[in-house]
Structure formats: structure tokens, C-alpha cells
T-cell receptor, first 116, second 114 residues
């Protein structure tokens, strides 16, 4: 079946512009995660959605970052007023319901964001 | 807070030789442990995981890892590597009851040479 897909695969934007990154999780996966992979910081957790529960936003680096998950499926990560330090690969992952069970996270190919 | 240390940023090895990639973690609570592999220009793929039970865990592609609680380690091993194993390997932990969010190490680049 189809895996996690992300779009765009590459995004170049000017400093100060807003960007939206999209993630389509695997059908039936109720948990969705965003991570960031950058040269300086490695792989960092950003935000986590589980069903209808309030998202865990503890990894978002600033209030310029926000994410939504509509209809329990597609998610959009929005970065407002982008800065050069936002340049990174943004990875999305999904899994079956989390909680007491530990389910494998399946990762998408990522969106490479370059802020000029 | 939990953390993961991968001391080796790069590990060169000849084909058919054994390899060990080191991972140490710190946490005040129980953790689950994972190894992921990232091939060039691809997403992360789960190699293996330790949740409980036997401390020796076998994964895909002939890899295995051993959980050592006293040394807080989860080193990854393969007895004989192949050129196709060239990739970046990430060790990760998640907290018991922490919603499965992963904390990653900085990664180890494994380069297999002929």
C-alpha cells in the first residue's frame, strides 16, 4: 500500500515568507508526528497528533511554527516569517494508535526547506 | 529528560567485516529503544526495536542489537556488512507512556568499502 507522502519534496523560500508543508499519513494511522532534521540540531521532535486528543506541541521551537491535522488525516505544518535557521528537512511519520502500545512509526521522504 | 548519544559520527568498514555502532542513552524512567536507518535521499526505516523481554533483539537485514540496562547501552551489530549497508544509522528512545515521540541520537554514517 501507499506509504507516508509529503509535499513539496523541496521548497526554497525567501526569509520572512510563510511556508506550508503537507503530510499524508498512511490510511488508518491515527497517530502523526513531525520531526525536523538539520545539520546543527540532528533529528528533533516537533509535534504529535493522536486521534482527537490535543496535540503535543512540546517540540515546536517558536510560536512561528504551527500545525493542523484536518479530519484526522492530512496534516499541514506552517512556518511563519521564515528564518535562515529554519532551513532543514522536515519529516512526517505516522503510526497506528499510540498510548499503551508501541507501534512502528513510518516516515515519509521529507520536505527539504531552504530559506534564502 | 531523556537523551541519546552516538559517539561515532562516521564508521568506515570493509565489506564482509563485522561492525558495531554504539548507542548510549540516559533517562530516569523506562524507555523503549530503536534503531533506524536512512539511505541517501530517503526517509527513515525501522531496523529493530527493544520494548521488553529478551535483551538481544534481531532486526531486518541481518542486524541485531543488545539492550544493556546497567551500561544504558543499545549497540547495533552486524557480523558481515555489505556495500548496500552504507547509510546513516540513528538510535532513538521513547519514554514509556510518552506517546511514542522519539528522541534521536546524532546519527552514525556507516561507509562500507570494497
Amino acid at each position: 500500500g501507499a506509504g507516508v507522502s509529503q509535499s513539496p519534496s523541496n521548497k526554497v523560500t525567501e526569509k520572512g515568507k510563510d511556508v506550508e508543508l503537507r503530510c499524508d499519513p498512511i490510511s488508518g494511522h491515527t497517530a502523526l508526528y513531525w520531526y525536523r532534521q538539520s545539520l546543527g540540531q540532528g533529528l528533533e521532535f516537533l509535534i504529535y497528533f493522536q486521534g482527537n486528543s490535543a496535540p503535543d506541541k512540546s517540540g515546536l521551537p517558536s510560536d512561528r511554527f504551527s500545525a493542523e491535522r484536518t479530519g484526522g488525516s492530512v496534516s499541514t505544518l506552517t512556518i511563519q516569517r521564515t528564518q535562515q535557521e529554519d532551513s532543514a528537512v522536515y519529516l512526517c511519520a505516522s503510526s497506528l494508535a499510540s498510548g499503551r502500545a508501541i507501534n512502528e512509526q513510518y516516515f515519509g521522504p521529507g520536505t527539504r526547506l531552504t530559506v534564502t | 529528560a531523556q537523551s541519546v548519544t552516538q559517539l561515532d559520527s562516521q564508521v568506515p568498514v570493509f565489506e564482509e567485516a563485522p561492525v558495531e555502532l554504539r548507542c548510549n542513552y540516559s533517562s530516569s524512567v523506562s524507555v523503549y529503544l530503536f534503531w533506524y536507518v536512512q539511505y541517501p535521499n530517503q526517509g527513515l526505516q525501522l531496523l529493530l526495536k527493544y520494548l521488553s523481554g529478551s535483551t538481544l533483539v534481531k532486526g531486518i537485514n541481518g542486524f541485531e542489537a543488545e539492550f544493556n540496562k546497567s551500561q544504558t547501552s543499545f549497540h547495533l551489530r552486524k557480523p558481515s556488512v555489505h556495500i548496500s549497508d552504507t547509510a546513516e544509522y540513528f538510535c532513538a528512545v521513547s519514554l514509556s507512556g510518552g506517546g511514542n515521540k522519539l528522541t534521536f541520537g546524532t546519527g552514525t554514517q556507516l561507509k562500507v568499502e570494497l
